[in-house]
């Protein structure tokens, strides 16, 4: 299996509602899960612009797989579901 | 040419107010400058309301090509009489100047200014004005031209007469000394900036005073004609989409430093030029979101809120970090012609009423930025909305 990508949305959007809350996952991340997850900010993931009448930011992407109103909690899930732990 | 202005100064010791007074406004349709530093009579608030006055009316004068004699008569007729002493004064050294270097000044009272071409001190023609109505006031006027790399230094008398007295320097660092600072700085650094030069000049000046307290005081304007640093900011998708190569098309070829701000702004330059967006390990520094790295591009930010910071930071001070919005006033402050890209394609998710803080439309933002930089920083601006 490769490496499992973590994009957390640096947009406007994204950050005003919540990303800037999400650098515990470039700590936590690598500390439990090792070169298996990468975690990174991106520049904007475009989907507040697709979304918006829900307003679901912030947004993270886990490989091609959307987190919204993304937490700490919500994105380390959605990693353990792709590795196939839960 | 691009003309680098600036000016530093510090207060005379123990007083909570600037007694000299420096002036500067751009004409950019007809490429011309004109700067105006005057020093008040006395020290203080007294001294700040004379010099105040009398630059920012003689402004007025040069501006409006009055007569000289006629216009320093106007204005010591204006200035209110000191208590003390019974007369008003103000001294003062004006250049009306443009980019392909033609200069105009007239000097009454400060020390004369000093030209530098390649290190070396350039020694101007001038003609003397006496006013019939102030038999003391004898003014000095040039007309030259200068070349590109040539700068032009003026300063108060408090720099000239910093250390006066003293063990080291009894009559003080005089236009002499000044040179001599300026022409050992200037070996060592030849490109440095009006801003920088200033300061220096200023800094010496202090650490020349007894006890490092200046007694009067103390200006440095700075003049220099260089070819201008050129940067472009893109920021903000074009309105109509198809328009997005020719946009990174333009903003490629574009000769100087290139910044973008705005993570949409930033995705389709990265589609277009085929230039993949490198980003650091770091999601937020000083509650900015952190920068990202193309190849070919300068800097690249998050868009509206990096903008507001930096506005911000323009307007009052600088940060104390290394955020986006730090990086982003010092790519600005570097320049001396910024271009901005504006595009007017909206997020409508920016307007969503629930977001916790309120973001500003983007063209307001950058026409703040522009007119700050302009004002407060002498920058040539330029906006083109796409």
């Given amino acids: 299996m490769g490496k499992i990508n973590v994009k957390v949305c640096l947009g406007t959007t994204c950050f005003v509602m919540g990303s800037s809350n999400l650098q515990e996952l470039i700590e936590t991340v690598p500390a439990k899960y090792g070169e298996a997850v990468e975690v990174l900010g ?5 989907l507040c612009s697709i979304d918006w009448e829900y307003s679901r930011a912030p947004y993270v992407k886990v490989d091609n797989d959307v987190v919204y109103e993304a937490t700490v909690e919500k994105v380390l899930s959605a990693i353990e579901r792709k590795l196939g732990n839960e | 040419m691009f003309i680098d202005v600036d000016c530093s100064q510090l207060k005379k010791y123990n007083q909570n107010a ?17 700067a105006v530093l005057s020093d008040g009579l006395g020290s203080g608030i007294k001294a700040n309301i ?16 009055v007569n000289i004699k006629k216009a320093a008569e106007i204005i010591m007729n204006s200035l209110p009489v000191c208590k003390v002493r019974k007369i008003s004064y103000s001294t003062f050294s004006a250049i009306d100047c443009d980019d392909d270097g033609n200069v105009k000044i007239v000097e009454e009272g400060n020390p004369e200014f000093v030209w530098v071409r390649n290190n070396e001190i350039m020694v101007p023609e001038f003609q003397e004005v006496v006013s019939k109505e102030f038999a003391n006031r004898k003014m000095k006027t040039y007309k030259f031209k200068v070349e590109k790399g040539d700068r032009l230094i003026f300063c108060s008398d ?9 063990p080291r320097l009894r009559l003080g660092l005089r236009r002499e000394g000044l040179i001599e600072i300026l022409k050992d700085k200037l070996s060592k650094d030849n490109k440095i900036s009006s801003s920088e030069l200033s300061k220096y000049i200023v800094k010496q000046a202090k650490n020349i005073e007894i006890d490092g307290k200046p007694k009067d005081d103390v200006s440095a304007m700075v003049l220099y004609f260089r070819e201008p640093r050129q940067s472009l900011i893109f920021t903000g998708p074009p309105y109509h989409q198809e328009k997005d190569p020719e946009y990174s098309r333009i903003f490629d070829n574009f000769r100087g430093k290139k910044a973008i701000c705005g993570g949409t702004t930033a995705n389709l330059v990265s589609r277009e030029l085929s230039r993949p967006i490198a980003t650091e390990t770091t999601i937020s520094i000083g509650n900015l979101p952190s920068c990202s790295h193309m190849e070919g591009v300068d800097l690249v930010t998050e868009g509206i809120l990096t903008l507001t910071k930096t506005l911000e930071y323009l307007d009052t001070e600088i940060g104390n970090n290394e955020n986006a919005g730090v990086k982003l006033v010092k790519f600005l402050l570097d320049s001396d012609c910024i271009n901005f890209m ?8 920016h307007y969503d009423p629930n977001l916790p803080i309120e973001i500003e439309i983007r063209k307001n933002i950058i026409k703040k930025m522009a007119k700050v930089l302009e004002d407060k920083y002498f920058k040539k601006v330029s906006i083109q909305y796409m």
């Fill in chain 2, 158 to 166: 408090g720099v000239t007469q910093a250390g006066l007295g003293g």
């Fill in chain 2, 18 to 34: 600037y007694g000299d007074y420096f002036v500067s406004k751009r004409y950019p349709d007809e490429g011309r400058l004109i």
């Fill in chain 2, 342 to 349: 504006v595009g007017a394609k909206l997020n409508q998710a």
């Fill in chain 1, 42 to 46: 991106v520049p904007c993931l475009g």
């Fill in chain 2, 50 to 65: 004379l010099s105040c006055m009398t630059a920012t009316m003689l402004l007025k004068f040069v501006e409006c090509e």
